[in-house]
């Protein structure tokens, strides 16, 4: 599987990416607007197109990774991106990788515990502030799931 940083040929179709998946290129973490028009990180294309998204970004002295999207799952792409992510933080002397996911994605949760990220924080009712800055964010989550907190994970590495 072939990895690529984001660049400036890549940019429109991952944001048009971003926006597809994720309503806007704008992700509400902690009540915290976060653009992503220009945000860092990888994706992995084949001949169809792009297949995986991980964006992050450096701050505090820790990796954010701000949104992870695979579109084949199942098939190693979120793993890979994930490692990729890892690398980087070790190259650059990082510790500690931090990330939001919310009570419905279960998926993500098993995902991110079997990658060997922690739960490390909760953030009960979040959602309702995130909907006053994003009100695309729906009521219901992955699975039927009411979408309602953040859970916030943490990996060392
Ligand atoms: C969570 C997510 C990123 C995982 O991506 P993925 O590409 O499916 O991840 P992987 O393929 O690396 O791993 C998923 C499973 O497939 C397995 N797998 C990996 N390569 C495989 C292969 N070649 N054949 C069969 N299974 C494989 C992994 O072992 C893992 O299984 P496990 O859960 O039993 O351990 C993806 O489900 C996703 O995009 N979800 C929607 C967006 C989202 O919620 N993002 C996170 C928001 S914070």
Redesign the pocket.
Same mark, same amino acid.
């Given at each position: 599987m072939k990895i690529y940083r984001i660049d400036q040929n890549s940019r429109k179709k991952i944001n048009d990416l971003v926006t597809d998946?994720w309503y806007s290129l704008d992700m509400i973490v902690r009540g915290e607007r976060i653009d992503l028009s220009d945000a860092d990180g990888w994706y992995t294309a084949d001949e169809g197109g792009i297949t @995986?998204l991980l964006t992050f970004r450096i701050i505090g002295g820790e990796m954010e %990774?701000l949104?992870?999207?695979?579109? /084949?799952? +199942? /098939? @190693? %792409?979120?793993?890979?991106l994930l490692d990729t992510a890892v690398s980087e933080a070790r190259d650059k002397g990082i510790e500690r990788i931090v990330? %939001?996911?919310?009570n419905d +994605?279960i998926?993500?949760l098993?995902?991110y515990q /079997?990658f060997g990220f922690d739960m490390c924080g909760f953030f009960r009712n979040a959602l309702d502030r995130s909907r006053k800055l994003k009100p695309e964010i729906p009521l219901i989550g992955?699975d039927g799931i009411p979408l309602k907190h953040e859970i916030e994970m943490e990996l060392f590495v």
């Open positions: 998946r @995986g %990774i949104s992870l999207d695979s579109l /084949k799952e +199942n /098939k @190693g %792409i979120g793993t890979a990330l %939001i996911t919310t +994605n998926r993500a098993r995902f /079997k992955t």
